[in-house]
C-alpha cells in the first residue's frame, strides 16, 4: 500500500507559478508510473501529466503543456508539478497517483489526498 501525500498548493495571481509536491510512504515509488489529476469544482476529475517509473517519458493533458512540467525524484520518493502561467481555469484540487494498472491517463491503484490551488484573475 503506498500513501501519497500532496503539497504546495495555495493561492496565486493570475500567471504566477506553484510547485506541487507529492511524498511517497515506499521505496517501492521508485518502480511506479505516476501522475497529477485535478478536479474542479463541478466538474469531473481530468488528467494533468504523467511520468514513467524511470522518468523518461513525460505526458501532458492539452490544456497544460508548455505550462506545466512533471518530474520525479525516486531517491526522495517525491513526485512534483512545476506550474507556469497559471490561469483561473487551472483552479481545482489537484491530487498524484501512483501505479495506473492499464492507462497512464486514468485508473491509478493509489491516490492522494488532494492540494486545493486557487488562481486568481
Known amino acids: 500500500q503506498v500513501q501519497l501525500v500532496e503539497s504546495g498548493g495555495g493561492l496565486v495571481q493570475s500567471g504566477g507559478s506553484l510547485r506541487l509536491s507529492c511524498a511517497a510512504s515506499e521505496r517501492t515509488f521508485s518502480r511506479y508510473d505516476m501522475g497529477w489529476f485535478r478536479q474542479a469544482p463541478g466538474k469531473e476529475r481530468e488528467f494533468v501529466a504523467a511520468?514513467?517509473?524511470?522518468?523518461?517519458?513525460?505526458y501532458y493533458a492539452d490544456s497544460v503543456k508548455g505550462r506545466f512540467t512533471i518530474s520525479r525524484d525516486n531517491a526522495k520518493k517525491a513526485l512534483y508539478l512545476q506550474m507556469n502561467s497559471l490561469k483561473p481555469e487551472d483552479t481545482a484540487v489537484y491530487y498524484c497517483?501512483?501505479?495506473?494498472?492499464?492507462?497512464?491517463?486514468?485508473?491509478?491503484?493509489?491516490w492522494g489526498q488532494g492540494t486545493q490551488v486557487t488562481v486568481s484573475s
Open positions: 497517483a501512483a501505479d495506473p494498472p492499464n492507462n497512464i491517463y486514468r485508473d491509478y491503484h493509489y
Open positions: 511520468i514513467t517509473w524511470t522518468g523518461s517519458n513525460t
